[in-house]
């Protein structure tokens, strides 16, 4: 990429452009950029990980401990950076999984947190269900999903898996506060990625062609794209084009549901249209 760098800066007309393109041909900058080569493919890698959907604010320190052993006194985050967040480590699958002593896992962290939230969770039922209720199936269904694959537990899949399994139980069973606390952390977001592919299907969505959506209808819209299942059509043809199952099995169906509905009713008629009479002119 860098002849094309080096040509696009040359060419800009801006104010930083130039010196950009000062920096780019500076050969001391060259040599430092091919020595960091190795650090750089590193870091891209730790960047696609950090714009997963999937990823969890839990996730962050297991994939720079992953990535960067060699580098991790300069990359990793200290344990202090994140403040409070930091004490939701231990949720962590990871974490739970590495665990020796399950009964003894988390308590100062599950204190500081309950103390923390305060008034939106009970403390002391918080802690009260993290010991007899819920560590230690954590921690066993962690180990289990540790021993049969080898790839860092993702605290998303994790605890979305568990969801049900938390649901099922009994009333005496259950635990609610410990699970608000889950829904806490998973909320947490580590990265802005989420964000930015709002603001890129807002403008796939609200195109030119499309000034006039309400702000309704584009909040709908923007939450089928985003949030909305992948459709999945039964018998399809690899050798069927693109816009093949669309046109023929999705479109009717919309058109129909549509056409169901007046738009303007002060303007509008559902009713047939007269015939015309065309004029001739002899």
């Known amino acids: 990429m860098y002849p094309v760098l080096l040509g696009f800066f040359k060419e800009e007309d801006s104010a930083g452009a130039e010196a950009i393109y000062d920096w780019l041909k500076d050969a001391n900058n060259l040599v430092l950029t091919y020595i960091m080569t190795e650090m750089l493919d590193i870091i891209a890698k730790l960047s696609c990980r950090f714009q997963e959907r999937e990823l969890a604010l839990v996730d962050v320190e297991q994939w720079l401990e992953a990535e960067l052993d060699a580098l991790e006194a300069k990359f990793r985050f200290p344990s202090d950076s994140l403040g409070m967040a930091s004490k939701f480590a231990f949720l962590s699958p990871e974490n739970l999984a590495g665990a020796k ?3 003894a896992y988390g308590l ?5 947190l309950g103390n923390w939230y ?7 039922k918080l802690v009260e269900e993290w010991k007899h209720k819920v560590v230690v199936r954590l921690v066993a269904e962690a180990q289990r999903q540790k021993k049969s694959t080898r790839h860092i537990l993702g605290a998303r899949r994790f605890y979305k898996a568990l969801k049900d399994f938390m649901k099922s139980l009994r009333a005496e ?8 606390l889950v829904q806490i ?3 947490l977001q580590p990265a802005s990625a989420e964000v930015e592919r709002g603001f890129s299907a807002m403008n796939s969505i609200k195109s030119d062609d499309c000034t006039r959506l309400a702000l309704s209808t584009l909040d709908a819209l923007m939450r089928v794209d985003l ?4 459709i999945e059509l039964q018998g399809q043809s690899a050798s069927m084009p693109p816009y093949g199952p669309f046109e023929f099995q999705i479109l ?3 058109i129909s549901r549509w056409g169901e509905k007046l738009r303007y009713p002060g303007r509008s008629s559902h009713a047939r249209r007269p015939n015309r009479v065309k004029h001739v002119i002899i």
Do not use: H, N, S, Y
Not at 108 to 112: D, F, K, L, Y
Not at 118 to 124: P, S, T, V, Y
Not at 227 to 230: A, F, T
């Open 252 to 254: 009717p169906a919309a």
């Open 185 to 187: 952390m998973l909320v």
């Open 108 to 112: 100062e962290e599950i204190e500081a």
């Open 173 to 180: 069973e259950t635990a609610p506060e410990v699970w608000k």
């Open 101 to 103: 002593e399950a009964r």
């Open 118 to 124: 305060e008034g939106r969770l009970d403390a002391a």
């Open 227 to 230: 949030c909305g299942p992948e």
